[in-house]
């Protein structure tokens, strides 16, 4: 018996550590529970899977910490390996779900708090495999380039004599090699360069499963087994079938040495990403310059940029101007132009001008380090329509043993000659393809979602790129999103017996120290006039409506009409004015005085209209999306920004709160939404939406929120996202009818007898070149703009 202590996040009432509490206790092997609502720990004892218990505790509607690991898996052939290898990490205690990405070679496995990854490692070594964990290190290192060719060209040279008196009888030249010869030469590609078929055969039938490798090993074998018989017996007068078995193992390792090539294509996005981080800084320290290994660089340490050298860490530029590169971070072509106060990414490289930068950000917490993380993440998970893959590799090997045998029984009953059954049922086991299943969707998800990394396109996961592709409404937020989100004051309006700068002073001060770009608008205007913001006190934000507070004792409210409304102003006096600049698509805020609800001023913003954000609609509408315009701002703004955009439906002056809402509208209507947006306000809609998309430029609510986040602001991107998951989608259904049709066409040929060893095993070893490399053609995907 053994006892666990557990942290639980989310109780917030004896109630609910009661309801855990009694959770727990129901559960099998459990013999007694406790929970402690101050410590937030469940003290669990008895026999129950730690897992389990875990699993229990969040589907209560709690939390608990776990931990993910990914573990480098060796050995794996095919997609029998990988689901194998996934089923036993899962049965692993404290394991919750694994993941087996047979692309990467990788393992992911979320576990509960104190599982023993020893335990991880020892579960996989049973089920016939190899896995190590990655080093602790900030940098991981790039995937290994294929092993030497040299094993493939031996043995396609000594097969090469085998097969040759075949190929010359095509032009009536007829002659045979000695048996003993041909024995000499099949003999060490069979046992020699073909062991690793006969390793990890022996190593699946020992965990009582089965895998591309025992298929190769048992059909030539059995070409093997059969010459050598023929040859004994017979002499050289007997039809000997070395070259069947030597050139299915050849032209197998000759595909695999292919396919190994193309899988090291698909991870360059992240081999590309991982070549950005530099491996030391230049950090000044009292006026002096020393190079620094870039794990010494701390948060606030001033680094020196050279021109030409790369941000070595995140940082805000203090001294300098000069202009960046930061193309593979963003797919931004140009440069950018950077002065003090600007933010730096590390990775980026500095075009001209010496540049003294304050560290923000170092290690795992860069945003090159994020972006990293993100692909990898992506690459790992596997796409829904992986479900049916996997339940096919289940059963696929012993299936195929099955269709083998019945092959060769009944040949042998009905044409009584041993060799033709031998041969076809050969035929049928060197055909059977279950690598290209395996490869089929994780080699397309790699290279699409890392050909859009590239593009500056960040797709979070593989349900987020399936979702994608079915897009049918794309829903904007405005500001920040299809404008600039820099908005300046166009005009102030006062009441008749109220001075503009009076009206000014009191928004500046109801707005000081606020950082939303309306009040960053007026604090510039006041000033670039000069007019002193008035003290104010008490302000409280109200969400979706504007500010209130206290200036000289009295309280005074700054927002749009609906918090005038609300609050009883009069109007009236204001509105013709109000209601020309709405029309001519400015947002507009009221200044009011609470104690007689009257109209002080009205305070006019512009916000430009992002140059491309007209090409973006366009481009959606091309593509057969529809496109809806969803803001908090008043009605007149919103519709004069979508006429001049083409955006047809609009919803204006929605609440925070209430654009979930509209999203869940819009999808109980049948449609795939896709919420594009950038701020703190937008999180419930990126998160209600099918797919949410957020702008980086925006906040990290929004984008931990969202299932691809743009690098760049630039709302082209929402095409172009969509764009790259419809073609990956695309590439993931061609791979897995490839992948289907090598096997559904051609083990009935095989067992027909209309295909023999050597075609059956080169149709086998370039299935899963051709996945891969059909994968691969997403590498040459680009943005239309760049296209």
């Not at 294509?265 to 590309?272: F, K, M, P």
């Not at 593979?328 to 930068?357: C, M, R, Y």
């Not at 593009?455 to 399936?466: F, K, N, R, T, Y």
């Not at 980086?696 to 929120?705: E, L, P, Q, W």
């Amino acid at each position: 018996m053994t006892t666990h202590a557990i942290a639980i996040e989310g109780m917030t009432c004896a109630s609910c550590s009661a309801r855990v509490e009694k959770i727990l206790k129901q559960l099998p092997g459990v013999t007694d529970a406790t929970v402690n609502l101050a410590t937030e720990t469940a003290t669990v004892s008895g026999d129950a899977d730690l897992g389990a218990v875990t699993l229990a505790i969040e589907k209560a509607g709690f939390s608990v910490p776990t931990e993910t690991s990914t573990l480098a898996i060796g050995g794996m052939t095919c997609a029998s390996c990988s689901a194998r290898v996934e089923k036993a990490l899962a049965k692993v205690p404290g394991v919750l779900d694994a993941s087996v990405n047979l692309a990467t070679e990788q393992a992911t496995v979320r576990r509960a708090r104190g599982t023993s990854s020893a335990a991880l490692l020892a579960a996989v070594e049973r089920a016939g495999y190899t896995a190590t964990l990655p080093l602790p290190d900030v940098q991981a290192a790039p995937a290994a380039a294929p092993r030497d060719g040299w094993p493939v060209a031996l043995a396609m040279a000594l097969s090469l004599p085998l097969i040759a008196p075949m190929l010359a009888s095509v032009f009536g030249v007829h002659a045979m090699l000695p048996g003993w010869l041909q024995w000499l030469l099949a003999t060490p590609v069979q046992f020699w360069l073909g062991a690793r078929f006969y390793r990890a055969g022996w190593k699946a039938l020992m965990a009582g499963s089965g895998n591309m490798d025992l298929l190769v090993a048992v059909g030539t074998s059995a070409a093997y087994g059969l010459s050598v018989y023929l040859l004994l017996t017979q002499g050289d007068a007997a039809h000997l079938y070395f070259e069947a078995s030597a050139v299915v193992i050849s032209l197998v390792l000759l595909g695999k040495w292919l396919e190994a090539r193309a899988k090291r294509q698909t991870t360059a996005a992240i081999r590309a990403l991982q070549a950005l981080r530099p491996t030391t800084a230049r950090v000044r320290h009292d006026g002096v310059d020393r190079d620094l290994p870039i794990e010494a660089v701390r948060v606030g340490d001033v680094v020196v940029i050279r021109p030409g050298e790369r941000v070595p860490v995140d940082a805000q530029i203090v001294e300098g101007t000069s202009q960046v590169d930061e193309s593979l971070l963003t797919g931004e072509a140009l440069p950018v132009d950077k002065q003090p106060g600007d933010t730096l990414t590390g990775g980026a490289i500095n075009a001209h001008g010496v540049l003294l930068a304050r560290t923000t950000a170092v290690g795992t917490e860069t945003v090159l380090a994020r972006i990293i993380r993100l692909v990898e993440d992506a690459q790992a998970k596997k796409a829904p329509i992986q479900r049916l893959v996997d339940k096919v590799s289940a059963v696929f090997v012993p299936v195929v043993m099955g269709i083998a045998l019945l092959t060769f029984i009944a040949w042998w009953a009905v044409g009584g000659n041993v060799e033709t059954a031998i041969l076809n049922a050969v035929a049928v086991l060197v055909i059977a393809c279950p690598c290209a299943l395996g490869l089929a969707t994780p080699t397309a998800i790699m290279a699409g979602t890392g050909v859009a990394a590239r593009h500056g396109i960040l797709i979070q996961d593989a349900d987020a790129l399936e979702r994608a592709h079915r897009i049918t409404t794309v829903v904007f937020d405005k500001t920040g999103t299809l404008t600039d989100g820099r908005p300046q004051l166009a005009a102030c309006v006062a009441a008749d017996d109220t001075h503009p700068d009076t009206v000014l002073a009191h928004a500046a001060g109801l707005q000081g120290g606020s950082e939303h770009p309306l009040a960053r608008a007026v604090l510039a205007e006041a000033a670039k006039r000069g007019v002193a913001p008035m003290a104010a006190r008490a302000q409280q934000a109200l969400p979706g409506r504007g500010i209130a507070g206290e200036i000289d004792g009295e309280t005074y409210w700054l927002g749009n009409r609906r918090l005038m409304t609300e609050n009883g102003v009069e109007l009236a006096a204001l509105d013709a004015t109000a209601a020309e600049f709405e029309a001519a698509g400015r947002s507009v805020a009221w200044l009011a005085r609470a104690r007689d609800r009257r109209a002080l001023g009205v305070l006019a913003f512009g916000d430009a209209v992002k140059p491309t954000a007209a090409r973006a609609v366009a481009r959606l509408n091309a593509l057969g999306v529809k496109t809806v315009l969803l803001t908090g701002d008043n009605r007149g703004a919103a519709e004069a920004a979508a006429r001049a955009l083409g955006i047809a439906e609009v919803y204006a002056e929605v609440l925070p709160g209430d654009k979930a809402a509209q999203v869940d509208a819009l999808k109980a209507g049948g449609q795939t939404v896709a919420m594009v947006g950038d701020g703190v306000n937008d999180a419930p809609a990126l998160a209600a939406a099918d797919v949410g998309i957020a702008m980086a430029t925006g906040s990290d609510v929004a984008m931990h929120t969202a299932g691809i986040t743009l690098m760049r602001g630039d709302p082209a991107l929402v095409a172009d996202a969509i764009d790259i998951s419809r073609r990956s989608y695309a590439k993931i259904r061609q791979n897995l009818f490839w992948a289907f049709a090598y096997n559904v066409v051609g083990i009935p040929l095989a067992a027909l007898g209309f295909l023999n060893p050597v075609i059956a095993g080169a149709a086998m070893a370039f299935s899963s070149v051709s996945v891969v490399s059909n994968a691969l053609l997403l590498k040459r995907w680009k943005p239309q703009e760049d296209a």
